[in-house]
DNA sequence: TACATACGTCTCTTGTAAGAGACTATCGCT
DNA sequence: AGCGATAGTCTCTTACAAGAGACGTATGTA
């Protein structure tokens, strides 16, 4: 069920038998971990990643030692360790745009009440980097690191800008091209988007994801026509279009505040 | 024996020669660059870790290509990367304590201005986890992540509450003693501190890191008597009696509140 | 121009870690 | 009790990754 179009982390998928390097095991472990997004015994990880038992179990007491995965609280459970946290704030404390990103979309969903997200690149796929749940009730929020199919939002479409065809053919799989409710995007009509997208300086999907809402997306560069991130709202579908256009002005406006000037 | 309590990282030293496991030489790649805190170029961090370089540029280019670690700026130096910010965040949400320690010192920082910090033991050392600035100008604050003596704090004292004798005497060895001044103390004044931090339920601990400050730190349990983190407030060393008085009992309301019900 | 360093890639060897699988608990179920 | 899963440890083999080191390039500097 999970399999979806990503060949998990490793791009080859060498079939059976042959032995893995070590590493490799952990980075899936690692990936693993964060899709299910909740402490595993260490047992059905091996079965998770297709890895020997006994194999796991070694490098899970690497891992466990190092402080990159902990023991949860029953004690035969793991999941994501203090040490993984750290280095996460040491990569915040080097990056000035997530650190000022961070800030601006807290801001942002407070000053407008809507959920506000910061979206980037992350191999090949949209990442939400950082979300601010806003005050809307029914509104949960989607979890910070959560991967979307590209075509499936409106960053998706200035993420691309500048992008080759052929590029954004590669990245894009004909499973993302597929919506939740099983409507069928063209790919033609997906790029023709990023490029009006690159022109307006900004982009508006609807029902796309879901039905009731619709997604404001604005470009944060780090440099001339280089895209690095977004900032989007996700605010109700029937929101007006006053108020629509509004939010756009703001959102493009600190998205602006942003960028590194260019 | 079997929490790993001094091995470390950096329990390396095997000589010279024999060759070093992939695993291992990438989780010494991830904690030197913690503590050297900015990018560095490969064939420093082969020489960092003492590591071949050869080993290291086919190590550093799978963490890159995992999104572990990014290549910076100026394209040969490498750094912690966006999927350690997310992992990171992963453990934050699977994390109670950590979510709503962080924000309790952020509340508290902001209510007292003074620089308020999450502190936890990680792998036998004392961690700043999360610090909060406060308003001080001349106040730094020291960077997330960092890690000190035990001895040097007021909460390393009331975290190693409830470890045997043995125990302390294992996580703390005899540089430890030694303060930035090149004061010495005494390894059974210590031990005695520690009880008597368990007992009053608060430590205080004047001029032991730097003559300016002082340290007020309260625990945070996970259960009965076992004390998962601190609070600590680092205030300057002339603070008067009563203001002194009046924050511990804050942080320490403040520390009940995290703490489980036990 | 020569010399010294550092970067990045590549090849080949061999020490060793990944993996298969046996073994022993310890559950939960009937 | 008997049966089937699952947890955790241990041993042994061999496929393969770690490492040494050569090579080509790009600097800086005498």
């Known amino acids: 069920m999970q399999d979806g179009n990503a060949p998990a982390v490793s791009a080859d998928e060498k079939i059976s038998g042959s032995r893995e390097k070590g590493l490799n095991r952990v980075l899936e472990i690692l990936e693993f971990l964060h899709t299910t997004q909740r402490a595993i015994g260490i047992g059905d990880l091996a079965k998770g990643v297709n890895a020997p ?4 179990y070694t490098l899970v007491r690497s891992l466990v ?5 902990e023991m949860a609280g029953d004690g035969n459970r793991v999941y994501f360790g ?13 990056n000035d745009l997530l650190r000022r990103g961070r800030q601006e979309v807290d801001n942002l969903s407070r000053e407008t009440g809507e959920t506000s997200e910061l979206c980037m690149l992350q191999s090949g796929r949209y990442t939400i980097v950082h979300s601010s749940p806003g005050t809307r009730p029914f509104r949960i929020s989607s979890a910070t690191g959560l991967q979307i199919p590209l075509p499936w939002t409106a960053s998706g ?3 691309l800008a500048g992008f080759q065809q052929a590029q954004i053919e590669d990245m894009v799989s004909e499973d993302d091209l597929v919506l939740p409710d099983g409507r069928r995007l063209l790919l ?7 490029a009006k997208a690159e022109a307006t300086g900004y982009c508006v999907t609807s029902g796309l994801v879901d039905a009731y809402t619709k997604c404001l997306a604005a470009p944060v560069f780090s440099g001339p026509g280089k895209v690095e991130a977004t900032m ?10 006053e108020r629509t256009g509004s939010l756009i002005g703001l959102l493009r406006d600190r998205a602006a505040r942003l960028s590194i000037a260019g």
Chains 1, 2 share one sequence.
């Open 53 to 56: 038992r006994s194999t796991t």
């Open 65 to 69: 030692d190092a402080g990159l995965l």
């Open 82 to 94: 203090k040490k993984l946290y750290l280095y996460g704030m040491d990569y915040v404390r080097g």
């Open 157 to 159: 479409r200035l993420l």
């Open 188 to 194: 033609n009509d997906f790029i023709a988007d990023i």
């Open 232 to 241: 989007c709202l996700v605010v109700p579908i029937d929101t007006s279009e």
